[in-house]
C-alpha cells in the first residue's frame, strides 16, 4: 500500500515550488506544482531508459523535498514510534526516502500522463486536502492499459508539505 502511494507520486509532475510556512498558502497551486514536477521525472525517466543519473537523482530529490517524511514515519509507525530508538528511526527514514528515490523513479518510465490532463480541486470539508484526478496509461504485467486515477494529497497546513497521500 505504502510503495502504491509512492508509485503514484510518480505518475504525474512540474517546476519547483518553495514551501514557506505559512497557512495562507495556495495548496492548489502547491499540487498543481509538485504533480507537474513529478510528470516532468516520469518523462525524463523515459527518455532516460529509468538509468539513474545524478541528473536524475536532482530531480528526484526535489520532489523529495517537497514531502514530510517524518510525518509519513510517523504515521506509518504510529503509535509505536516514539517506542523506536533514534537510531532505528533514522534507518527507517532513509529507507523510507530511499524507495520513493531510487526504485520508484526507474519505474516511472512506465507511466505515460500529460500535465494537462490533470485536475485539481479542495476536498469539501476536508482542510489540507487536494484531490488530483487524471487518466494514465501505464504498464501493467507487461502491457500498456488506461486507467483513471484519483490521489487525495494531505498537507500539513504549517509547513505546506506532503504528509500523506490516499491513492483511489
Known amino acids: 500500500?505504502?510503495?502504491?502511494?509512492?508509485?503514484?507520486?510518480?505518475?504525474?509532475?512540474?517546476?519547483?515550488?518553495?514551501?514557506?510556512?505559512?497557512?495562507?498558502?495556495?495548496?492548489?497551486?502547491?499540487?498543481?506544482?509538485?504533480?507537474?514536477?513529478?510528470?516532468?521525472?516520469?518523462?525524463?525517466?523515459?527518455?532516460?531508459s529509468g538509468q539513474i543519473s545524478q541528473e536524475s537523482q536532482n530531480r528526484v530529490k526535489s520532489v523529495s523535498a517537497k514531502i514530510d517524511f517524518v510525518a509519513l514515519a510517523r504515521k506509518a509507525l504510529a503509535p509505536k514510534w516514539s517506542k523506536y530508538s533514534e537510531a532505528q528511526r533514522k534507518d527507517f527514514l532513509a529507507t523510507l526516502q530511499e524507495l520513493l528515490e531510487q526504485v520508484v523513479y526507474p519505474?516511472?518510465?512506465?507511466?505515460?500522463?500529460q500535465s494537462d490532463d490533470l485536475k485539481f480541486e479542495a476536498v469539501p470539508g476536508k482542510?489540507?486536502?487536494?484531490?488530483?484526478?487524471?487518466?494514465?496509461?501505464?504498464?501493467?504485467?507487461?502491457?500498456?492499459?488506461?486507467?483513471?486515477?484519483?490521489?487525495e494529497l494531505i498537507f500539513?497546513?504549517?509547513?505546506?508539505?506532503?504528509?500523506?497521500?490516499a491513492v483511489e
Open 1 to 48: 500500500m505504502f510503495f502504491q502511494k509512492f508509485a503514484a507520486f510518480f505518475l504525474l509532475a512540474s517546476s519547483s515550488c518553495a514551501f514557506a510556512a505559512s497557512p495562507a498558502k495556495d495548496l492548489t497551486a502547491i499540487s498543481r506544482d509538485f504533480m507537474f514536477e513529478i510528470v516532468e521525472v516520469a518523462n525524463f525517466s523515459k527518455t532516460k
Open 107 to 113: 519505474k516511472a518510465k512506465n507511466i505515460n500522463v
Open 127 to 151: 482542510k489540507g486536502r487536494i484531490k488530483v484526478t487524471a487518466e494514465v496509461e501505464r504498464e501493467k504485467k507487461g502491457e500498456m492499459v488506461t486507467q483513471n486515477i484519483e490521489i
Open 156 to 165: 500539513d497546513l504549517k509547513s505546506s508539505k506532503i504528509i500523506d497521500a
